[in-house]
């Protein structure tokens, strides 16, 4: 599986971008999308992930309502919604991609990466 992500750019505090993933190749094999974040000099840190079908999600508690994870399995794409943006949300946000049914929040879990979008929130 491909994925490309893109959506990234220079934001002002308490904007709304909305990131976009494209998948390509077998992505039905990877039930579990997720996004990761990050910022410079920090590790890779967990955001938000969702099932195939879309009925479920899980998010980090540090964007846990103002983000939102959405997928559109026609397209081949997976959103995430991003509100009320602070300066320490910049990073740069990757997608990423699981199979099996259980979510996780470990990058070396998911085995399917795109390159990152990167995102700085301006105050």
């Known amino acids: 599986v491909q994925l490309q992500a893109s959506g990234g750019g220079l934001v002002q505090a308490g904007g709304s971008p909305k990131l976009s993933c494209a998948a390509s190749?077998?992505?039905?094999?990877?039930?579990?999308m997720g996004w990761f974040r990050q910022a410079p000099g920090k590790e890779r840190e967990f955001v938000a992930a969702?099932?195939?079908?879309?009925?479920?999600?899980y998010y980090a508690d540090s964007v846990k309502g103002r983000f939102t994870i959405s997928r559109d399995n026609a397209k081949g794409t997976v959103y995430l919604q991003m509100n009320s943006l602070k300066p320490e949300d910049t990073a740069v946000y990757y997608c990423a991609g699981r199979g099996g049914l259980v979510f996780a929040s470990t990058p070396s879990t998911y085995d399917s990466w795109g390159q990152g979008t990167e995102v700085t929130v301006s105050s």
């Open positions: 969702i099932n195939w079908s879309g009925g479920s999600t």
């Open positions: 190749g077998r992505t039905s094999s990877r039930n579990i």
